[in-house]
């Protein structure tokens, strides 16, 4: 039960955060260099917000209909999706979104969120997008087991998103002449390409941290998991 408490708590927190940001966020032309072209969806922050959601979503529907079991004889369909949701995407994101907006906030505010977005982007929202995700997601990692897949498979998901929303940017920047961020704009091609490659393998490298936190945390289910996948192989 406590369980589903946090997986709801997550879901509707995730929710609510990202109707309100599109809701009630309204950021003036004139006090802003953004194209307004893309909306809420240009921005890495909502996108993951709105992965988090579905996350916390489909983990609670598991809570339901699914299985917890670290070794199930026959794993739901809904098991194996929350299980690679989370290990290729949900938890790499939320960490790169994280620790990359309060590393460049603490270096220089106005490069990542300008002080005059304070009028319009209220603290609490801030530290639901950029703070809350990083806790519910290390919370989520200690408190419920799943098998990490292939890392070839992990990986794969992660770069395709990842490229597509570094094209989707550049679509953005090609038709407006707008970048989505400030700090795009005091780099130079050379740099801005060394800050992408950077950040891909920055992501990389939380996705492998993920997968040894999780290896380590749940080293016994892990073993017992892959004992299990050896029966069944022979």
Known sequence: MLKMLFHLVGA??????????????KVPSTATTVTSFGGKFKYLTYLNAMLQTLYFTVALINDIVGSNESTPSNKPL?????????????????????????????????????????????????????????????????????????????????????LFYVVWIHVIYF??????????????????????????????GLYTLGETLNRSIWSKEVESTVKSGKKKAK
């Open 175 to 204: 038709k407006t002449g707008s970048w989505v961020y400030p700090i795009l704009y005091v780099l130079n091609w050379p740099v801005r390409i060394f800050f992408y490659l950077f950040s891909l393998g920055f992501v990389f």
């Open 78 to 162: 809904i098991r194996r999706f929350k299980d690679l949701l989370f290990s290729a995407l949900a938890f790499p994101l939320s960490m790169f979104v994280g620790i990359t907006f309060w590393g460049i906030y603490a270096i220089d505010r106005e490069l990542i969120l300008p002080k005059m977005m304070d009028e319009f982007f209220p603290t609490w929202l801030n530290h639901v997008m950029h703070s809350n995700i990083v806790i519910f997601t290390i919370i989520e990692l200690a408190t419920s087991f799943r098998m990490y897949p292939r890392r070839k498979i992990g990986l794969s998901v992660l770069t395709t998103f990842m």
């Open 12 to 25: 509707l927190q995730f929710f609510y955060g990202c109707y309100y940001d599109y809701t009630y966020v």
